[in-house]
């Protein structure tokens, strides 16, 4: 069994990691890996989050050159077999799974991965699309229109599942 945090859409400035890190921190032990989705705005707060567990990471629509030099936009992770697609996402948030769904699938709409772990829209979302798992964990510090700051964790093993944190 694998243990990941999920974060995304963290919008971070260098004087505010210390702070991201005492908020996330009730959540960052006996991690196997922390998925970022992007939107991190700051490197500082990838490498303070390196010092807990390995960091996968994708660049976001907000992230400067200096954050997205060296990320992809989207990369596929093996976490205990399973295979997850992770990308920010883009566009409205009205069709935003389909889209992320859509980026990790064959031509003939087969899927590629087990789960599609995504941001952008801010809004927390857990559901299974054709047997694979969406998730995008919201915000942990920006709840813009969500009714909260949330983040997720993900297990995965024999099956694969993930819950979503209010904070």
């Known amino acids: 069994m694998a243990r990941a945090l999920v974060v995304?859409?963290?919008?971070?400035?260098?004087?505010?990691?210390?702070?991201v890190i005492?908020?996330?921190?009730?959540?960052?032990?006996?991690?196997d890996r922390i998925l970022h989705a992007g939107d991190v705005v700051c490197r500082e707060l990838l490498e303070a989050l390196e010092h807990y567990a390995p960091v996968?990471?994708?660049a976001g629509n907000m992230d400067p050159p200096d954050v997205t030099a060296g990320l992809p936009e989207r990369r596929l992770i093996d976490l205990a077999g399973k295979r997850i697609g992770l990308t920010h996402g883009w566009g409205a948030s009205g069709d935003l799974a389909r889209?992320?769904?859509?980026?990790?699938?064959?031509?003939?709409?087969?899927?590629?991965?087990?789960?599609?772990?995504?941001?952008?829209?801010?809004?927390?979302l857990k559901e299974f699309r054709h047997g694979v798992l969406l998730l995008?964990?919201?915000s942990?510090?920006?709840?813009?229109?969500?009714?909260f700051c949330s983040l997720a964790l993900l297990e995965a093993g024999r099956h694969l599942d993930a819950q979503i944190v209010r904070l």
């Open 8 to 19: 995304s859409d963290t919008h971070t400035r260098p004087a505010d990691v210390p702070q």
């Open 22 to 31: 005492e908020r996330l921190e009730p959540y960052l032990e006996g991690l």
């Open 56 to 58: 996968e990471a994708v």
């Open 99 to 124: 889209k992320v769904f859509e980026r990790f699938t064959d031509k003939d709409g087969s899927p590629q991965v087990d789960a599609v772990v995504f941001g952008h829209s801010h809004q927390p």
């Open 136 to 138: 995008n964990p919201g």
């Open 140 to 147: 942990a510090t920006d709840r813009r229109s969500a009714p």
